[in-house]
């Protein structure tokens, strides 16, 4: 059995679960699809975290039970000598977690009640894609045009709830927002170019974050830039993004630029999956940078356990709302965090499987925040359901 | 003999009538005192409570605070975010620096202000969130 689908908008997705190809399901970003059929495949792929997240702190501990959660959906075809895609990706998070979010000490990125975000980790839209793309091969190129409603520009590694080497995981990275943030953007337009194992893609797009309506498309003017060169070969696959944005943030009325660079390592048999990533976020108020390791590894046909490094900058001591004429160099706060954890499959199906697990997360805190955080501690026990398993695990190549 | 009598009577009655007068004079005095337990003193002030502001999800409270010259505030976030205490009435408009140094707040952190010197109204905000629920005054006299 072949199931193929196409899309999320600029994302240009391509699940393939292939019983032939062992299982392995591959989100493809450049490589246009050599089993669309004539008529329209369709495919439905999903990711449900729900369990307790307590975060141990120094003054006041946080907990929650939660739910992060997302269900794509894709349908492609063939249209001439090109693939046509459409799809969309969608989020219950806006009622499955809180209105300020999921704790999470040090997070930050987005606002609530108009205020940064600080320690938790926001809610994501209910529509988190929606869009659709053509590829076509020309002149020994490939060429790809897509557009969205919602989607991701050319930007960055693979967006965390996707990425191989964090799927298990349920905690965004703290680097998220130098990485892979703009992965709900509203509105994009994408085009690129794939000539064997190198793409390069240029997008525009609305560069301001998503607002505090977790239900409704933040439409506007597009107004942001990015460019992305990515380099795929089997298992292995790189790449090197920019983007100028112009005012991504509600609270700091500036424009702002941000660069990235991962090289990520995806086993097909699924046993082994890595990601080393960099990002630097260029604001007024100084430039911060993020770096990143995480993987997983999967130790018996049941048994995973995944693991992060990181260590971001933060702009926690001095966010907050500065209007235009105001500037003050921001203290910086260099927080280090190295999570471990294991997911215990407790049933699996040809195209799913449930199970149970949980992390720890230790925080290498900086002098300037050590009064207010002390040592905090992060803890999460989950069940997971995740479709698209059994044998089928989920790849994304750039 | 009877004159005898009568003068040794008027005589003690004007004695001890004086000796009277005397004594209530002297006991209506200021410096003395008629009982003779021990001395208290004047009664001390009642203790007032330290100046606090708590600052909750609704806000600053209370927005409005007068304290002594001198004095310092100490500010309680019990809110589930950060908060960080600046003087002035805005981030564009510092003032009252002795505020500055509440500072960053974690959730259920208190700092105090440093002393405050001068009679003189202080606004302060939130360097985090600019709602105007998480701005005050403090009134110093």
């Known amino acids: 059995m072949r199931r193929v689908a196409r899309g999320a908008g600029t994302i240009l997705i391509v699940c393939v679960l292939d019983s032939t190809l062992r299982g392995q399901a591959t989100h493809d970003h450049t490589q246009p699809s050599s089993s669309a059929q004539d008529g329209w495949q369709w495919t439905v792929d999903g990711s449900v975290f729900f369990g307790y997240n307590y975060q141990y702190r120094k003054f006041t501990d946080f907990s929650a039970w939660e739910s992060q959660n997302w269900l794509m959906a894709g349908g492609t075809r063939r249209i001439r000598s090109?693939?046509?895609t459409a799809s969309t990706m969608l989020s219950l998070e806006p009622w499955t977690l809180k209105d300020i979010g999921s704790p999470q000490a040090f997070q930050t990125g987005e606002t609530f009640k108009r205020a940064p975000l600080i320690d938790y980790q926001h809610p994501h839209d209910f529509i988190m894609g929606l869009g659709a793309g053509?590829?076509?091969?020309?002149?020994?190129?490939t060429w790809s045009f897509s557009g969205a409603l919602v989607g991701t520009p050319a930007f960055g590694p693979v967006v965390f709830m996707h990425r191989p080497s964090a799927v298990d995981n349920p905690q965004a990275p703290l680097?998220?927002?130098?990485?892979?943030?703009?992965?709900i953007t509203p509105g994009v337009l994408t085009a690129g170019a794939t000539a064997g194992e190198w793409t390069l893609e240029g997008s525009w797009f609305r560069g301001r974050e998503p607002d505090e309506n977790r239900t409704d498309l933040d439409l506007g003017p597009l107004d942001s830039y990015s460019l992305r060169i990515g380099w795929?070969?089997?298992?292995?696959?790189?790449?090197?993004?920019g983007a100028a944005l112009t005012m991504p943030e509600l609270t700091t009325p500036y424009d702002a630029k941000r660069l990235s660079a991962s090289l990520s390592y995806d086993e097909p048999d699924r046993r082994l999956a890595w990601t080393v990533a960099f990002g630097q976020n260029r604001e007024i108020h100084g430039n911060l940078e993020a770096y990143l390791l995480e993987g997983r590894m999967q130790l018996r046909p049941r048994d995973s356990v995944y693991g992060r490094v990181e260590s971001v900058a933060k702009d926690i001591l001095d966010a907050g709302f500065h209007p235009r004429g105001v500037f003050h160099r921001h203290r910086q706060s260099q927080v280090g965090a190295l999570t471990i954890g294991y997911v215990r499959d407790l049933w699996t199906a040809s195209d799913a499987r449930f199970g149970v697990g949980g992390d720890v997360t230790g925080y290498l805190v900086p002098d300037n925040l050590r009064e207010p955080y002390g040592a905090p501690v992060s803890f999460h026990v989950f069940l997971r359901y995740r479709s698209g398993a059994g044998r089928a695990a989920v790849t994304h190549v750039h | 003999m009877?004159?005898?009598y009568w003068r040794?009577?008027?005589?003690?009655?004007?004695?001890?009538?004086?000796l009277a007068v005397a004594a209530i004079t002297c006991g209506s005095g200021s410096s003395g005192s008629p009982s003779p337990g021990p001395t208290t003193g004047?009664?001390?002030?009642?203790?007032?409570?330290?100046?606090v502001v708590r600052i909750s999800p609704t806000g600053a409270d209370p927005r409005q605070l007068i304290v002594a010259v001198g004095e310092r505030v100490t500010f309680i976030n019990n809110d589930m975010q950060p908060h960080d205490i600046a003087g002035g009435p805005d981030p564009a408009t510092p003032d009252c620096r002795e505020i500055d140094a509440v500072g960053f707040l974690a959730p259920g952190q208190s700092r105090q202000t440093a002393p405050l010197p001068v009679a003189r109204t202080c606004d302060y905000h939130d360097h985090q969130n600019h709602a105007p629920i998480f701005t005050g005054r403090i009134v110093i006299r």
Do not use: E, N
């Open chain 1, 232 to 241: 795929a070969r089997g298992a292995w696959s790189a790449q090197a993004s």
């Open chain 2, 42 to 51: 004047p009664t001390p002030p009642a203790p007032v409570d330290p100046p």
């Open chain 2, 8 to 18: 040794r009577k008027i005589l003690s009655s004007l004695v001890t009538g004086a």
């Open chain 2, 2 to 4: 009877h004159h005898a």
């Open chain 1, 134 to 141: 053509y590829r076509v091969p020309w002149q020994r190129l």
């Open chain 1, 82 to 84: 090109g693939t046509f």
């Open chain 1, 175 to 183: 680097s998220h927002h130098h990485l892979d943030s703009m992965h």
